[in-house]
């Protein structure tokens, strides 16, 4: 089956801990994408990469980092710096930045 | 002001029709999309519009392009509990990093 995958599917931190988000992908997308989703909200964009070894910022980037050492995965850490991480984790995937996005399943994250 | 606007809320009742509306601010628009949200749940592709058409069909679903006032709507005929869910416009624009988003319309349909 292609499609997306996250895990794990909930998550908790206490406070001060990192935390590092999966999402898996073998649609074969060169683009990938996080997005935050708070209760009531829509999508914000946390970082996204267009290709391997690449990678930028979104709009929320702070407190976040990412890595694409390899086309399928792009994992998020939530680092101790981000202030208020507890919410929903949407990872997404598109042939090339700007086309259809395909959404994994979320991850939803709380912190203690 | 946001770049992709819907209203936030949206209750009919079974077997209606729901009509659930976007505006976006940028006549470079190439394509816009509409996503299904269930609860709990990540963003299921409905369906999407080139920007170069005016209306689109597939089965349920109706979607309406007026690229003059840039309005974007999604009509569901035969609305049915099980499209309970919250539905996001999204649009795509050449130069852009990726989609934006609006925020979101919650369909409550009532038996």
């Known amino acids: 089956d292609g499609g997306i995958t996250q895990s794990p599917k909930y998550l908790f931190r206490k406070e001060g801990q990192n935390v590092t988000l999966s999402c898996e992908q073998n649609l074969n997308h060169d683009a990938m994408y996080w997005y935050r989703q708070d209760p009531g909200q829509g999508l914000r964009l946390i970082y996204y990469s267009q290709i391997v070894n690449d990678f930028q910022k979104g709009d929320i980037a702070e407190g976040y980092s990412v890595s694409r050492e390899k086309k399928e995965s792009f994992p998020l850490t939530v680092t101790s710096a981000q202030k208020n991480p507890t919410a929903f984790y949407l990872c997404a995937s598109s042939i090339k930045a700007t086309d259809t996005q395909y959404f994994g399943p979320g991850t939803r994250l709380t912190v203690l | ?111």
């Open chain 2, 1 to 111: 002001g946001e770049d992709v606007e819907q209203s936030l809320f949206l209750s009919v009742r079974e077997g209606d029709s729901s009509v659930i509306n976007c505006t976006y601010t940028d006549s470079s628009s190439t394509y816009l999309y509409w996503y299904k949200q269930e609860p709990g749940a990540g963003l299921q592709l409905l369906t999407y519009i080139f920007s170069n058409m005016d209306m689109k069909q597939d089965q349920r679903l109706t979607v309406l392009l007026n690229k003059k006032d840039k309005h974007l709507s999604l009509r569901i005929a035969d609305t049915q509990t099980g499209d309970s869910a919250i539905y996001f416009c999204a649009e795509s624009r050449a130069g852009r990093r990726a989609l934006t988003f609006g925020s979101g319309t919650r369909l409550q349909v009532q038996p």
